[in-house]
């Protein structure tokens, strides 16, 4: 498709189950970002991808937050032993060439969300 | 997590009338971005802004880079009721790979 999209867009799930949140992003584009943004707040980085690797992974709240590129497009952002605090809409933004390369004219684009309530 | 300082937090304003909101920072950023985010949806890209002191349109949108790098602007002229939304701020901090984005600023146009 042209713009990123994220599956699925909403999730509901139990405390302490494990969830998967994919994400695909424009054709073409290096650089994906996850976001977190709770209810009347900003998005909140999460994690940075570069190709397949994690560039910055500095947002992750804790260690039952994992995310994955593999082949450096579609990515996995999985939550292990989820808690009601982890609800929210978890967004995904892919840009061309990511925010500290080389290139002055990065920009990102965003998918729609996918809304996580933990029951 | 770190946001930043964006106001108005919200504004009501009549059809026609001109909007200016604004986002701040502590920190020097190489890169600002102005989102409207519409309920249930994620955010759309409105402007883009690279140098300090830039200038740029996008229609009805006019958006600037401030001269200290700190801080951006973000200008809707002639409001028509389908702004409504939730505008959003994003800075590059430079040394980072990150964006980290403002509290948003919520407008509603009355008809």
């Known amino acids: 498709g042209a713009g990123v999209s994220q599956t699925p867009s909403n999730k509901v799930t139990e405390k302490g189950k494990y969830v998967e949140l994919r994400c695909d992003p424009i054709s073409g584009h290096t650089a994906l970002y996850w976001y977190r943004q709770s209810l009347g707040q900003g998005p909140e980085f999460l994690i940075y991808f570069q190709g397949t690797g994690a560039a910055d992974d500095s947002g992750l709240p804790n260690d039952r937050f994992f995310a994955v590129r593999p082949e450096g497009s579609v990515s996995t952002l999985k939550i292990q032993r989820t808690e009601r605090g982890d609800s929210a809409v978890y967004l995904c933004?892919?840009?061309?060439?990511?925010?500290?390369?080389?290139?002055?004219?990065?920009?990102?684009?965003f998918g729609p969300g996918t809304r996580l309530t933990v029951l | 997590g770190q946001q930043l300082n964006q106001s108005p937090q919200s504004m009501f304003i009549q059809e026609g009338e001109d909007v200016s909101m604004n986002c701040t920072s502590s920190s020097i950023f190489n890169t600002w971005l102005w989102y409207k985010q519409d309920p249930g949806e994620g955010p759309v890209l409105l402007i883009a802004?690279?140098?300090?002191?830039e200038l740029t349109s996008n229609g009805r949108l006019t958006a600037q880079f401030g001269i200290t790098r700190k801080d951006s602007f973000l200008n809707i002229s002639a409001s028509i009721p389908s702004d409504v939304g939730i505008y959003f701020c994003a800075g590059h901090p430079s040394g980072t790979y990150k964006y980290i984005f403002g509290t948003g600023t919520r407008l509603k146009v009355l008809a």
């Open positions: 933004a892919s840009s061309p060439q990511g925010a500290g390369s080389l290139s002055s004219t990065d920009t990102q684009y």
């Open positions: 802004l690279y140098k300090a002191g």
